[in-house]
């Protein structure tokens, strides 16, 4: 009901930057929280940013000052803009969002399928 795509990963020198879409499609009411996660070769996928529906964010202390994370609520769309990015930022990125479908009016987790980012050092 609901589909997740996220763009923009890719390969990058560290220091370089990149930014991440994640645009949801589907039967969406509204999207309360959007958030970035990612997943490094061995460990455990952990939280990178969040952002309400108000805006608010919320960052690992891993990224603060150096990543950013925003919305478009009209287009259903969370962004991260990466900068000074290292060599421990490789890994899998997940865009997360809760969807209140419009069939139920009710909240549901989505994930998008993930996006490759790799910072050579």
């Known amino acids: 009901q609901v589909q997740l795509v996220e763009s923009g990963g890719g390969l990058v020198q560290a220091g370089g930057s990149l930014r991440l879409s994640c645009a949801a499609s589907?039967?969406?009411?509204?999207?309360?929280?959007m958030d970035w996660y990612r997943q490094a070769p061995g460990k455990s996928r952990e939280l990178v940013a969040a952002?309400?529906?108000?805006?608010?964010?919320d960052y690992a202390d891993s990224v603060k000052g150096r990543f950013t994370i925003s919305r478009d609520n009209a287009k259903n769309t969370v962004y991260l803009q990466m900068n000074s990015l290292k060599a421990e930022d490789t890994a899998v990125y997940y865009c997360?969002?809760?969807?209140?479908?419009?069939?139920?009016?009710?909240?549901?987790?989505?994930w998008g399928q993930g996006t490759q980012v790799t910072v050579s050092s």
């Open positions: 952002i309400t529906s108000g805006g608010r964010t």
């Open positions: 997360r969002a809760e969807v209140v479908l419009t069939t139920t009016r009710r909240s549901y987790q989505y």
């Open positions: 589907g039967s969406i009411f509204s999207i309360n929280a």
